[in-house]
Nanobody, 126 residues
């Protein structure tokens, strides 16, 4: 079974940084993509960033472009989301998701993800 374990959330002041971690297990091959998503209070879940694990191709949605960096460590089956210059509007529960795909992860992002980890809360104070 595919399983994802997200961690790394916390409370940080505006302008600060956090790194989220998503440990992935259960995929037989590395033709899969991992995405980060978030749900802010009172809002729908939105896509944040994704990466193709096989070749490390990243993609970022506009609100986080230039501030967040997604990366993967295939030896550790782990995907990271480094979040810099955090803003109060980044406050949300963050989730990692995965799907089997050899296409660029932005092809249909944020749709199609059907494996999910539990959320991790990020709170950015002003």
């Amino acid at each position: 079974d595919v399983q994802l374990q997200a961690s790394g959330g916390g409370l940080v002041q505006a302008g600060g940084s956090l790194t989220l971690t998503c440990v992935v297990s259960g995929f037989t091959f590395d033709d899969y993509a991992v995405g980060w998503f978030r749900r802010a209070p009172g809002k729908e879940r939105e896509g944040v960033s994704c990466i193709n694990v096989s070749d490390g191709r990243p993609y970022y949605e506009n609100p986080v472009k230039g501030r967040f960096t997604i990366s993967s460590d295939n030896a550790r089956n782990t995907v990271y989301l480094r979040m810099n210059s955090l803003k109060p509007e980044d406050t949300a529960v963050y989730y990692c998701g995965a799907l089997e795909s050899s296409l660029p992860c932005y092809s249909d992002f944020p749709f199609g993800y059907h494996y999910w980890g539990q959320g991790t809360l990020v709170t950015v104070s002003s």
